[in-house]
């Protein structure tokens, strides 16, 4: 695959992925490249700085230096393991920087206030900050990957939801299940408040049923559609299994004053649910009484959980969002289905089967390095990783959130805004078939992907109101290679890091050029040992330091470093 033309042809694209001159530039039919043949058997090739940036980088929003070297000293397996090993944590909650939200004191949490419709705004905002601030946290593990994925998957959105703290709520649902069971995690989200409220559960009655909920836990949670067999209905479900689904939930509703969600047996359908041959004609016996919603909940979840095409479709979802997202018939016969079997005997934890895939030939299998397009979220907080930014910690959180909220912006600018995905589906990058991946470069995205390292490359760095800014230490960068006075061992040390595809020399050189501006490359090395020599002199660090900018910058703006 030649990922230079992946990109180029997108980067010319019109405004959005929505205008329909973006057709002439996206995929008019999923990309042909050589079989994959390699399966899950485990990585037996070199465990070097290639591969452990691959695994880096699709499991962590970027990698510093400093995780890279934990990566190396481990062998592939137990990285792995490490990286999954999601352990229990407490947080403090998101605050209020907001001194016109009456409600609650700056500094001190909204989530344990009483709802208040008036600071709604003010109140998502701080937890969109907060939630970008765990995502820069730059902790060794991959929970904070596994949360956009689950948040991709079972999504909700914070302006449709409206109250912040059931929000919170269900982020926290999908925080403590990050790399548990789907399954369970399914069930809890069904009843979840912030779910009820988003896709009407809460209004789905005996005498008024609301499909919504209904559908949507077939169609994109569990089971997935399959070949249309009539108007309507699907291999794996009809539309018949839509309304029996809705039937079964009929009942339920969220508590704001507590929060919580409750059964209400008098508005739930107590008579029998029967579903369609897909489901083998299951009935669900229709129940009364306070726990008819729990049973008869326990029930659906069991029969859809039952089903092997719920097990595949989740794990063609896995697959699109960590390794690709064309699955043609050897990678459904050789990764899909045994991954789907395993999960499976696994109950439905999805532990061992990420680890499966992660530690797997396939997933390391040259075809599958540098073929994803970054999200806007691996572009913004990836970077920061990469560069060692140094960003301000809870002690402060205006200071914090103020910074948290321009990179959420950057993110949101880009198309991707933590908390309020376009829709019940998720981002069209993981389902728009066949365009997928490309969406999320066009020409208003990717001059704002540019703009955003431009600055961060700068002296000035990237400011914001308080008359902070973020700033890129070169020359510590520099200094982490091995040999930082040698232009072709910094440049190309460098480049492995920041690409996952393995420059030109046409490229290595276009690099070098813009970073010695004519300089010979020996005068290079008397600049850098004369800053060596005295690094407090301002006169010694200014040209070095100007020269890595241009480096760093160049770097940033060439297409590879656009890839994942």
Not at 65 to 89: F, G, P, R, Y
Not at 257 to 278: G, L, R
Not at 398 to 426: D, F, H, W
Not at 468 to 481: E, G, P, Y
């Amino acid at each position: 695959m030649d990922r230079r033309t992946m990109l180029a042809k997108t980067s010319g694209s019109a405004a959005l992925a929505g205008d329909p001159a973006f057709a002439r530039y996206a995929n008019a039919a999923l990309p042909k490249r050589a079989a994959v043949t390699a399966g899950l058997e485990p990585f037996a090739g070199a465990w070097d700085k290639r591969h452990a940036s691959h695994l880096l980088r699709r499991v962590l929003f970027g990698f510093a230096k400093a995780d890279l070297d934990k990566a190396l000293s481990l062998n592939s397996a137990n990285c792995v393991d490490a990286l999954l090993d999601v352990a229990e944590e407490t947080l403090p909650p998101p605050v209020s920087t907001d001194a016109g939200d009456t409600g609650v004191t700056v500094g001190q949490t909204w989530t344990t206030v009483a709802y208040d419709g008036n600071f709604n705004g003010t109140r998502q905002r701080s937890l969109q900050n907060w939630w970008m601030a765990l995502i820069l946290g730059r902790k060794f593990s991959a929970r904070e990957k596994l949360i956009l994925f689950w948040h991709n998957h079972l999504a909700t959105e914070l302006d449709v939801v409206g109250d912040p703290k059931y929000a919170y709520m269900h982020h926290l649902l999908l925080r403590k299940n990050a790399v548990g069971n789907f399954r369970d995690l399914v069930r809890q989200i069904t009843v979840d408040p912030a779910m009820l409220q988003y896709l009407n559960g809460d209004s789905n009655t005996n005498t008024n049923p609301n499909e919504n909920y209904g559908r949507e836990l077939q169609e994109l949670f569990t089971v997935g559609k399959g070949p249309e067999t009539a108007a309507g209905n699907y291999t794996n479900y009809t539309e018949e299994d839509v309304k029996a689904a809705a039937r079964v939930l009929t009942g339920w509703r969220d508590v704001r004053d507590t929060p919580t969600a409750e059964f209400q047996d008098k508005k739930h359908d107590v008579k029998d649910k029967v579903f369609s041959a897909a489901y083998g004609n299951t009935v669900i016996t229709g129940r009364a009484g306070t726990d008819a919603g729990t049973l008869e909940l326990d029930d659906l979840i069991k029969m859809i959980f039952a089903q092997t095409e719920t097990a595949k479709y989740f794990c063609r979802k896995l697959y699109r969002f960590f390794v690709y997202y064309a699955i043609d018939a050897t990678v459904e016969a050789n990764i899909i289905a045994p991954l789907a079997d395993q999960l499976m005997k696994a109950d439905y934890d999805i532990k061992p089967v990420l680890a499966t895939l992660f530690k797997s030939a396939h997933f390391h299998d040259a075809a599958n390095l540098g073929c994803q397009i970054k999200t806007p979220m691996d572009v913004v907080a990836g970077t920061l990783s990469l560069l060692e930014a140094a960003l301000p910690d809870g002690a402060d959180p205006i200071k914090q959130y103020t910074l948290m909220a321009l990179m959420v912006g950057e993110a949101s600018r880009m198309q991707l805004e933590i908390g309020n995905p376009p829709n019940v589906a998720g981002w069209s990058a993981y389902y728009q078939d066949p365009v997928f991946y490309e969406v999320w470069i066009n020409s208003d995205t990717l001059p704002r992907r540019v703009q955003f390292t431009d600055k961060l490359a700068s002296a000035k760095g990237y400011g914001y109101p308080t008359g902070n800014a973020i700033t890129t230490d070169v020359l510590a960068l520099a200094n982490a290679t091995s040999k930082p006075g040698t232009v072709d061992t910094l440049v190309s040390e460098l480049a492995a890091i920041f690409y996952p595809i393995t420059l030109t020399d046409v490229q290595i050189k276009y690099l070098k050029d813009v970073m010695l501006s004519g300089l010979p490359e020996y005068e290079w090395g008397v600049e850098w040992d004369d800053y060596v020599a005295a690094p407090a002199d301002a006169t010694k660090i200014k040209p070095v330091e100007t020269r890595l900018r241009a480096l760093f910058g160049a770097m940033m703006q060439l297409a590879e470093f656009q890839l994942c």
